[in-house]
């Protein structure tokens, strides 16, 4: 049986890692190198930075303390791959081949697509084909309509009339390798995730479901992996509380979910 995965999520926004709630609202929580440095140390499964930059404009903010600033996302992207040793997806703002190219290059080992399959679904289809559908994750963000429906938004925000469940279908029929679906009603509250939701786009695809959106305590990511996620994901839960990714793992072990051993490592500088 393969092992259930626990995903840690970073955000960033202009260069730095931010908090969400509710895909509006952002707090600023510091360095992405630093920040991706200690969930290796927590021997996570896997990362997902997911830049949600609108203006293209990229600033840590610091050039003292012989710190390096960065104006550009690859130079931000390789900073972290440095200090990664775990499998890395990385997306946003990935709108042709050349840029999924570029995220690879710079040290990513899978890319996450959002808004540009919306429009053009072919994308999928052509980004499979050029770099194998195991590097290929759809993001789907999704607001709940009403029972039973959600509709999938560009980038969280803009509508699009696609039904979540036969938008994700679609995504595996024209070869992403995962799904990532997270909840725009559930994001940032600590509530729980969308469980029905869960289980809608689970029971109709047959690639990994990874969960994500509103997970703000251990057994909410045993009711997701319940609900049929492959793989439970969360943001603000690992920025608060220490080797989270560790005790996380210590509970799902105690639920009798397959899971790899919770361990702590020395991560090299």
Same mark, same amino acid.
């Given at each position: 049986?393969?092992?259930?995965?626990?995903?840690?999520?970073?955000?960033?926004?202009?260069?730095?890692?931010?908090?969400?709630?509710?895909?509006?609202?952002?707090?600023?929580?510091?360095?992405?190198?630093?920040?991706?440095?200690?969930?290796?140390?927590?021997?996570?499964?896997?990362?997902?930075?997911?830049?949600?930059?609108?203006?293209?404009?990229?600033?840590?903010?610091?050039?003292?303390?012989?710190?390096?600033?960065?104006?550009?996302?690859?130079?931000?992207?390789?900073?972290?791959?440095?200090?990664?040793?775990?499998?890395?997806?990385?997306?946003?703002?990935?709108?042709?081949?050349?840029?999924?190219?570029?995220?690879?290059?710079?040290?990513?080992?899978?890319?996450?697509?959002?808004?540009?399959?919306?429009?053009?679904?072919?994308?999928?289809?052509?980004?499979?084909?050029?770099?194998?559908?195991?590097?290929?994750?759809?993001?789907?963000?999704?607001?709940?309509?009403?029972? $039973?429906? /959600?509709?999938?938004? &560009?980038? #969280?925000?803009? +509508?699009?009339?696609?039904? %979540?469940? *036969?938008?994700?279908?679609?995504?595996?029929?024209?070869?992403?390798?995962?799904?990532?679906?997270?909840?725009?009603?559930?994001?940032?509250?600590?509530?729980?995730?969308?469980?029905?939701?869960?289980?809608?786009?689970?029971?109709?695809?047959?690639?990994?479901?990874?969960?994500?959106?509103?997970? $703000?305590? /251990?057994?909410?990511? &045993?009711? #997701?992996?319940? +609900?049929?996620?492959?793989? %439970?994901? *969360?943001?603000?839960?690992?920025?608060?509380?220490?080797?989270?990714?560790?005790?996380?793992?210590?509970?799902?072990?105690?639920?009798?979910?397959?899971?790899?051993?919770?361990?702590?490592?020395?991560?090299?500088?």
């Amino acid at each position: 049986m393969l092992k259930r995965r626990l995903i840690p999520v970073v955000l960033l926004r202009n260069g730095v890692v931010v908090q969400s709630k509710g895909f509006r609202r952002y707090q600023a929580l510091g360095n992405p190198s630093m920040i991706v440095e200690r969930l290796s140390a927590w021997t996570s499964d896997e990362l997902i930075y997911l830049d949600i930059t609108r203006n293209g404009c990229y600033d840590l903010g610091r050039d003292d303390l012989g710190g390096v600033n960065r104006a550009e996302l690859a130079e931000i992207l390789r900073d972290v791959s440095r200090r990664c040793f775990m499998p890395l997806a990385f997306g946003g703002g990935i709108r042709t081949i050349s840029d999924g190219a570029a995220r690879l290059e710079a040290g990513a080992d899978k890319i996450v697509l959002n808004t540009q399959p919306l429009s053009d679904p072919s994308f999928i289809t052509e980004a499979a084909h050029e770099f194998g559908a195991q590097c290929i994750v759809v993001c789907i963000d999704a607001r709940r309509r009403r029972p $039973g429906f /959600w509709e999938a938004m &560009a980038g #969280g925000h803009g +509508a699009t009339g696609h039904d %979540v469940v *036969a938008w994700a279908r679609e995504a595996e029929d024209r070869g992403a390798g995962e799904i990532l679906v997270q909840s725009v009603d559930f994001d940032g509250r600590g509530r729980g995730y969308d469980l029905p939701l869960i289980e809608a786009v689970a029971g109709a695809v047959g690639v990994p479901v990874i969960a994500l959106g509103g997970a $703000g305590k /251990w057994a909410h990511f &045993a009711e #997701g992996l319940r +609900a049929g996620a492959d793989a %439970v994901a *969360a943001a603000n839960l690992f920025n608060y509380t220490e080797h989270s990714v560790y005790r996380a793992k210590e509970y799902l072990s105690e639920q009798g979910f397959e899971v790899r051993a919770p361990a702590l490592a020395e991560v090299g500088r």
